[in-house]
């Protein structure tokens, strides 16, 4: 099956350039990766906004253990990965007994698919929202309901439990915040749906934007019931997303029932830099405040200009751009600057990453050329 053109997909590694001079926060947080000039210019390298990526990269101290790790990595060094399991857990008051990780996020997705949907198991999930759940649901002959998204982003938790009464449903899909629209499904939602679903249906509740926001994990829920899987990864605000390292937090039995699909050891690179990310403790506020400033920034200038976004709270966000957005991004690569997609039921909204406050002018800049302002 083709890769999506989605969040986890991984095409290309940046580069790593000098921090922002004069700004703090880029200084301690990370580099950003170097600037491309326009294709006008010498250099044709783009500025890439479109999958989600964290322009940072992983942090100076993730990325000092990952070269550190090299050398013993002639072995599967199963120790680490038991004690980055064991830091994950601690920081999120659980049972390591209820954690278990993967080479990324994408992989226990993949398995709920497999497991719990088919053609007498129904899939529930959003429109628009990461969509290979439902491609892979689909692929098994399950029956997909996509419910479309409340006028504030929000998931119609109401509208997917109903869908969900209508037939066996394997499994419910939740994306909070959400990708391709960063919003947010407020807990007081999360928490009506968790008591109203069938009792036979499965929550997979995927976090992977979660550290970008102020919103609860409900990663704690997830320890105490066996209906509901909670999805983390370090591909996105810690910028691990070519190292691949992901997390699947739920009750033993269903962390059981993931790995009966095989088990294989983890990159250890990416065990050494997670760890790293974990036992820094200011990393998660400095980058999200550094990421919420320039977003908003972003969205005010687009606003301003008369161009309308979902309020977002993760790294990426969607504007309406007022026509085919297939055609407007088309036209921003032709200025150097690769954004997202549109979805099928939103064809005049497009997402965009949200990149360093440089890469962020270069938008600005490119937007403006294409908007003819």
């Known amino acids: 099956m083709p890769l999506p053109t989605s969040r986890r997909r991984f095409l290309q590694l940046a580069g790593t350039g000098l921090a922002l001079a004069g700004n703090p926060l880029a200084a301690v947080a990370g580099t950003p990766r170097p600037l491309a000039a326009s294709p006008t210019r010498s250099d044709p390298a ?7 990526e964290c322009p940072y990269g992983p942090s100076p101290a993730a990325q000092q ?14 120790a680490l990965a038991s004690e980055l399991r064991d830091a994950f857990a601690h920081g999120e ?3 390591p007994k209820q954690v278990r990780l993967f080479p990324g996020s994408s992989e226990p997705l993949n398995r709920a698919a497999l497991l719990w949907t088919g053609p007498e198991a129904a899939l529930v999930t959003a429109d628009p929202t990461f969509e290979t759940l ?5 692929a098994r002959g399950a029956l997909v309901h996509r419910i479309a998204l409340r006028a504030d982003g929000a998931h119609d938790v109401r509208a997917m439990v109903d869908a969900a009464r209508q037939q066996p449903t394997g499994l419910i899909y939740i994306c909070n915040p959400n990708n391709p629209t960063g919003s947010i499904t407020p807990r007081a939602d999360l928490d009506w749906l968790l008591a109203n679903k069938p009792a036979a249906t499965r929550v997979l509740l995927d976090e992977a934007y979660l550290q970008y926001s102020e919103q609860a994990s409900l990663a704690g829920e997830a320890g105490k019931r066996d209906d509901l899987i909670v999805l983390r990864t370090f591909s996105k605000l810690y910028g691990m997303a070519g190292l691949r390292l992901g997390v699947a937090i739920a009750a033993p039995a269903r962390l059981a029932e993931l790995a009966t699909l095989g088990d294989n050891p983890l990159p250890v690179p990416a065990l050494a830099a997670g760890l790293a990310s974990l036992r820094d403790p200011l990393l998660v ?4 405040l550094q990421n919420a400033q320039v977003r908003q920034a ?9 161009f309308a976004c979902i309020p977002s709270e993760a ?3 969607m504007v309406d751009v007022g026509r085919n957005g297939a055609e407007w991004v088309a036209a921003m690569k032709a200025q150097g600057v690769v954004i997202g997609r549109s979805w099928p039921i939103w064809p005049q909204r497009v997402r965009v990453t949200v990149g360093s406050e440089a890469e962020m002018e270069r938008f600005r800049d490119a937007f403006a050329i294409v908007a003819g302002q």
């Open 315 to 317: 790294n990426c966000f």
């Open 134 to 138: 439902g491609e892979m649901a689909a």
């Open 298 to 306: 972003t969205i005010a200038w687009l606003g301003k200009r008369g």
């Open 65 to 78: 253990a990952a070269r550190d790790s090299v050398a013993a990595s002639g072995r599967y060094q199963f």
């Open 93 to 95: 008051q659980l049972d």
């Open 285 to 288: 506020p400095q980058r999200r």
């Open 46 to 52: 783009p500025i890439l906004l479109n999958f989600n």
